[in-house]
């Protein structure tokens, strides 16, 4: 069965952008309004030429395989860099929202994207990818795909999802997993608070899901936008619907441990990261 690629990036980065708006140096107002997924990065012209290199050197064609979904502002951005590395234009989705206060948030750009593609996704896997997310420099695509592949090997119906250890102190920043002796997933806490568990696996956007698992997308955002107490956060946070599918147990995830991973969020991160890679106009 086919995989296919979908990259998260029509978030607006609004604490990048604020971070960079104030920064005293300025040193970065020249990345005021790029998306953090285009961001440069590592020697390369962007966050996401990273996951485009890991994803030919796994032998995916990725002019059939990698897909993105970005907003409105976003768009012409994304298509010149699609432009620029060889990738149809065709695979590129403006999801139509224009800014943070209109987004459609991420588990529906996820639904929006699948529908759009829905004559190139039949029958095929999902890996989900967060823009602004790379992994440390350990980190082994083939050997997380074939993970998934052996999982789903004898008909059974699963998804994979990377984990790795934080501290106490930030546990409530993350999405955390409780797993078993197998490292499957038992279940799925939305920044918990330290003292609510003893695990300490945090789950970043990264997640090969099975084909039939989709199918659940409708259902959650269906189910969320019908609670009374439902706030764009409910569909914006991807962790939201693994969380739902998971604690529900409508469908069995194994979790792969790693070593880290690299997260932009704010100024500082983006400045981390780029020390990270040892680029040379920190």
């Not at 999982?151 to 078993?180: M, P, R, W």
Request: aromatic fraction near 12%; charge should be negative; include cysteine.
């Amino acid at each position: 069965m086919s995989l296919k690629v979908l990259i998260l990036g029509a978030g607006y980065g609004t604490r990048l952008q604020r971070d960079i708006l104030n920064d005293p140096s300025q040193k970065y107002s020249h990345l005021l309004g790029v998306p953090k997924a285009l961001l440069p990065l590592g020697g390369k012209d962007s966050l996401i030429a990273h996951w485009l290199d890991i994803l030919i050197g796994s032998n995916l064609d990725v002019t059939s395989s990698l897909y993105i979904v970005t907003n409105s502002p976003s768009y012409s951005s994304f298509i010149s860099w699609a432009k620029t590395h060889n990738i149809p234009t065709k695979n590129i989705v403006n999801d139509g929202s224009t800014s943070n206060e209109n987004r459609l948030g991420a588990v529906e750009d996820v639904l929006f994207a699948i529908k759009q593609f829905s004559s190139y996704f039949v029958n095929s896997n999902l890996l989900i990818i967060g823009g602004d997310t790379l992994f440390l420099k350990d980190f082994n695509f083939n050997k997380l795909y074939e993970k998934f592949i052996s999982i789903n090997s004898n008909d059974d119906e699963a998804c994979l999802v990377t984990t790795y250890q934080v501290d106490d102190k930030v546990v409530h920043k993350f999405g955390i997993l409780e797993l078993d002796e197998n490292n499957k997933v038992i279940s799925f806490l939305e920044k918990p608070s330290s003292q609510s568990t003893t695990f300490r696996y945090a789950c970043p956007c990264f997640y090969f899901l099975h084909k039939n698992s989709l199918e659940l997308l409708q259902e959650f955002l269906k189910e969320s936008k019908n609670n009374p107490n439902h706030t764009i956060e409910d569909r914006d946070a991807t962790g939201k619907f693994l969380s739902w599918v998971i604690n529900n147990k409508k469908f069995e995830f194994s979790a792969e441990k790693v070593q880290g991973r690299i997260d932009v969020g704010g100024l500082q991160s983006y400045i981390d990261a780029k020390k990270y890679f040892g680029d040379q106009d920190i």
